[in-house]
């Protein structure tokens, strides 16, 4: 099992934030947005999956989330950890490993033969399992899972990922309403308190990003986004 570090959620976030520039996961393109899956446009974009391919930024990140999940969850409150097809899998592959949990995968819609299902893996009546993602922005890839486990009779009361997006205000109450509770390692926020402090991009990009941090919705209106 995974040693368990002084917890200090601050300096987590920061060097999370750092790694992930340092991989050029984070692209800033405030003059040539990018279009997301819901419609809207954005001046930023991460790419979470590129963790897989660098193994001691990765093994640094699942200990950080390790840390996470066993101070802020529970040594003994979880029964196994799920990963959310298909980004999801490998994090929660490697957090079981840590947290000495079984793990399950969920499928985002059943297969469509065979047993038909969405959750692949041994999974019982009553188990609390902690599903896993890359990342969060609007909360609904999560409770679609977390449905998916309920359904197969399983207690889901929390989520962890990699990142979250941490702008969007309607996404705590919709998880809250569903009755989830969001565990994360770093925001946006802390990704552009990096970049200010490197100098990594220049001020005008920074405002603009700024811009969309503080009111998304407004911001992908204005850029021609839903």
């Known amino acids: 099992m995974t040693k368990i570090h002084t917890y200090d959620k601050q300096a987590i976030a920061r060097s999370v934030?750092?790694?992930?520039?340092?991989?050029?996961?984070?692209?800033?393109?405030?003059?040539?947005?990018?279009?997301?899956?819901?419609?809207?446009?954005?001046?930023?974009?991460?790419d979470c999956r590129k963790i897989i391919s660098f193994p001691r930024m990765r093994t640094t990140l699942m200990d950080y989330g390790a840390t996470v999940i066993l101070n802020d969850i529970g040594h003994e409150s979880l029964d196994a950890i799920a990963g959310g097809e298909t980004a999801g899998i490998p994090f929660a592959a490697w957090l079981a490993e840590r947290t000495a949990l079984p793990m399950q995968y969920v499928r985002k819609k059943p297969k469509g033969f065979g047993r038909d299902a969405r959750i692949e893996g041994a999974i019982s009546q009553g188990q609390r399992v902690l599903l896993v993602?890359?990342?969060?922005?609007?909360?609904?890839?999560?409770?679609?899972?977390?449905?998916?486990?309920?359904?197969?009779?399983?207690?889901?009361?929390?989520?962890f990922v990699i990142f979250y997006y941490g702008i969007f205000v309607e996404t705590d109450a919709k998880l809250r309403e569903a009755g989830i509770e969001l565990h994360y390692l770093a925001t946006w926020w802390d990704v552009l308190a990096e970049c200010k402090e490197r100098n990594k991009f220049s001020d005008t990009t920074i405002k603009k990003v700024e811009e969309f941090l503080r009111d998304p919705h407004a911001w992908s209106r204005e850029n021609g986004g839903k």
């Open 133 to 159: 993602e890359d990342l969060a922005t609007d909360g609904g890839s999560k409770i679609n899972f977390v449905n998916a486990l309920r359904e197969a009779r399983a207690e889901v009361a929390h989520t």
């Open 17 to 46: 934030a750092k790694m992930l520039l340092e991989i050029d996961a984070v692209l800033f393109r405030a003059n040539d947005p990018f279009k997301l899956t819901s419609g809207m446009m954005s001046p930023v974009y991460i």
